[in-house]
């Protein structure tokens, strides 16, 4: 990166010990990783690398040249050896015979699955014949900030002979394809002493005759550029600062107040995301004198664009007199002014053939003082589209420091974002699950149904804010979780139902997380097991604390985000067989728990009229996972019964009508279905998952 403070050179990792006991496949995927493990090499996703491998033909037994280059939809620094394409480099070279010019040039796409070696179901990416066409055995293509601020220079021809000499070369700006194959090509032929070559606003291909040689002159070329920016930025960038930079926990303040509005006015059609950035790259950027005029200009690189749009939205806001209301209120306008801007953006650059237009929002929306927040279908599509721009930023940095920056130009914009290849890689996406797009806060996160919740919908496509007291049992969710789905979504919050201000914290960070709220499950519990005359006043406030207080300051918060996102909301309680039918022994927990159904029947009637539903769910005697049954609880009911604690499970199970018992993921189901479109026209409603009882049916 370029960043005021420069993080130092690149590191040359490679172990020779290690490589020399690898296949050359391995060690292409050795090369990859370690490219793809630094960012200041390339971005997620962006970049491929090659190998021309000696291979025995599984049809003729003879010795054949197959590349092997990195499929559609990899990412180098994650990619495993199945995540690259192979094929024939003899069948590569035949598609020049067939190649019908430019106009024809996305048909040659069409050829790749022709060139297949061995049946390998890896699509091949757009950019094989780029990886093909170059006469070196091992070839990488990369992204990083630096050499794209050379790329993206007014005279980034002139800056490329400035700092290489003649070792890198220069291309024009060549959209991604056949053609640009072909122009490698013939560049390497002309110029058989170079060891790269730039890419006006695209980025950066090397080589070599070793995964070794390739590797360490893509970082020595990467190394070069960034001392050279190092030693030319002195002073001010991006003309110095405008605006005083906020402290952390007002941005946060601001930040939590913004997404959760920005997101109701934007998720019409489908759920979005987000994602909230205050580094110090990015608060140099919309802090600065050239933030209007820069953001303007949209990014440099197809990668970074795809992944942006054609350019951000920059909040009107004044950290010198930050009144965030007035922003809100001005909210509605400016993306209504973005969208129109976007239809005319299509109506100017589109072709006879394009496709319909997207979504009109924009991705990126820029905060002077505050910092960055993005908006995407998923949070991990959030959180990249917000690298991204921060590479852009680095990009725009080093650029409009030693030159004058350059977008991409609007047309050559809209035609890749519109390209009949990428709409054809959208249509191939999986259908989005239920839940996607979704957030749900689930209280008691950290315990056996709480947990299960969270693991079924996130399951379904949610993200989940995990909150209880045990910070231990919060950590090991929150990894068991991240094992089994993804880090981005899942977080975890310190949350004392009892506590007002840490249930209202929690549900700011879960705002500033991941941009708003959806889904409210409010699961909290303990249980309590006394005869009226031995239970305590603290022992009845604790019951009544967590079971009823507890539950209506989770919902009263919850209430406020949505009626702050304005895109309705769901909240499911989760009660107790025991707040339908009287239980002797446990008055104070029975009576909270009735409460609880109470409180959940009102609030169904508050919240219809702004389409927040409001439903129930009451389990029985849930014994696997729970942290209520344990200790003294699980003692007292044994007690009760007369029975020892192992003896309970089979108890409770042949009470029931249905003599099953009930685990978890049995009322995790019901939470799902209530959380649901499944039951879009319910509210007000209880669900019991007891396996049967009489005394609990609802009248």
Not at 101 to 114: F, K, N, R, S, T
Not at 529 to 554: C, H, K, M, Q
Not at 590 to 612: F, M, S, V
Request: with cysteine; glycine share 8%; aromatic share 8%.
């Amino acid at each position: 990166m370029l960043e005021k403070t420069p993080s130092g050179s690149l590191k040359n990792l490679w172990d020779e010990a290690r490589a020399a006991t690898m296949s050359e496949p391995e060690r292409l995927l050795y090369r990859s990783n370690l490219l793809g493990s630094d960012k200041r090499i390339t971005n997620y996703g962006g970049g491929n690398t090659s190998a021309k491998v000696m291979e025995k033909d599984p049809l003729t037994g003879q010795m054949v040249e197959v590349l092997w280059v990195k499929g559609s939809g990899g990412d180098v620094g994650t990619i495993k050896l199945d995540g690259f394409s192979t094929l024939y480099m003899d069948k590569l070279n035949a598609l020049k015979g067939l190649y019908r010019g430019l106009e024809h040039e996305d048909e040659m796409v069409g050829y790749l699955p022709h060139c297949t070696f061995n049946l390998n179901p890896r699509a091949a990416s757009i950019d094989t014949p780029l990886h093909a066409y170059v006469p070196k055995k091992h070839v990488d293509h990369m992204h990083p900030d630096a050499i794209i601020a050379i790329a993206a220079s007014a005279d980034s021809r002139a800056l490329t002979e400035k700092i290489f000499g003649g070792e890198i070369g220069w291309l024009p700006w060549k959209r991604p394809g056949y053609e640009l194959g072909l122009w490698l090509e013939r560049f390497c032929a002309e110029n058989p002493d170079a060891r790269g070559v730039i890419l006006e606003s695209h980025g950066l291909f090397t080589w070599g005759d070793t995964a070794r040689e390739s590797y360490e002159t893509t970082l020595e070329i990467i190394n070069k550029a960034m001392a050279w920016f190092a030693s030319e930025i002195t002073g001010d960038v991006f003309g110095g600062q405008k605006v005083k930079v906020l402290a952390e926990d007002e941005r946060r303040k601001v930040a939590e107040k913004l997404m959760p509005a920005i997101r109701g006015m934007i998720s019409e059609t489908e759920g979005k995301l987000g994602h909230f950035d205050d580094s110090e790259a990015v608060l140099e950027f919309v802090s600065s004198n050239r933030l209007d005029a820069l953001a303007a200009l949209g990014t440099s690189c197809p990668d970074h664009f795809l992944r942006t749009k054609i350019r951000p939205l920059v909040i009107d806001f004044d950290p010198e007199n930050p009144d965030v209301e007035a922003v809100l209120d001005g909210l509605p306008a400016a993306i209504a002014a973005y969208r129109e801007g976007y239809a005319d953006y299509y109506e100017r650059c589109k072709r006879d053939n394009s496709p319909a237009m997207r979504d009109p929002n924009a991705v990126i929306y820029l905060v002077p003082g505050v910092g960055m927040i993005s908006f995407a279908k998923d949070k991990a599509t959030a959180r990249i589209s917000a690298e991204f721009y921060v590479n852009a930023i680095n990009v725009m940095r080093g650029a409009s420091s030693v030159s004058t920056y350059c977008g991409l130009p609007e047309q050559e914009a809209f035609d890749i974002e519109y390209w009949l290849l990428e709409e054809a890689k959208l249509q191939r996406m999986p259908k989005p699950k239920p839940l996607a797009g979704k957030i749900a806060l689930v209280t008691g996160g950290a315990g056996g149904i709480g947990k299960a919740t969270a693991f079924r919908l996130a399951g379904e496509g949610a993200c989940v804010m995990l909150a209880d007291i045990d910070d231990t049992a919060l950590e090991s969710a929150r990894l068991e979780l991240s094992a089994t789905f993804s880090k981005d979504i899942v977080r975890t919050v310190h949350l004392n139902v009892t506590d007002e201000q840490e249930v209202a914290s929690g549900f700011s960070e879960t705002s500033v997380e991941f941009g708003g709220l959806d889904i409210l499950v409010s699961n909290a519990g303990l249980a309590s097991s006394a005869p009226i005359e031995d239970t305590t006043l603290d022992l009845w406030n604790r019951n009544i604390d967590i079971l009823a207080t507890g539950y209506f300051l989770v919902s009263r918060a919850a209430f406020r985000l949505f009626r702050h996102q304005k895109a309705g909301g769901n909240v499911v309680f989760v009660s107790s067989k025991n707040g339908l039918a009287a239980s002797p022994g446990a008055s104070a927990y029975c009576t909270a728990k009735a409460a609880e159904i109470h409180l959940a029947r009102c609030l169904a009637l508050e919240g219809a009229a702004a389409g927040i539903r409001v439903n129930t769910v009451n389990p029985d005697a849930v014994l696997r996972g729970s942290k209520i049954w344990t200790g003294e609880w699980k003692e007292q009911r044994a007690a009760a019964y007369k029975m020892s604690t192992d003896e309970l499970e089979a108890h409770y199970r042949d009470r029931s009508m249905l003599k099953r018992s009930v685990f978890p993921e049995d009322i995790a189901e019901a939470i799902y279905f209530l959380a649901s479109d499944m039951s879009a026209k319910s509210t007000g409603n209880i669900i019991n998952v007891d396996a049967g009882n009489a005394q609990s049916f609802t009248r």
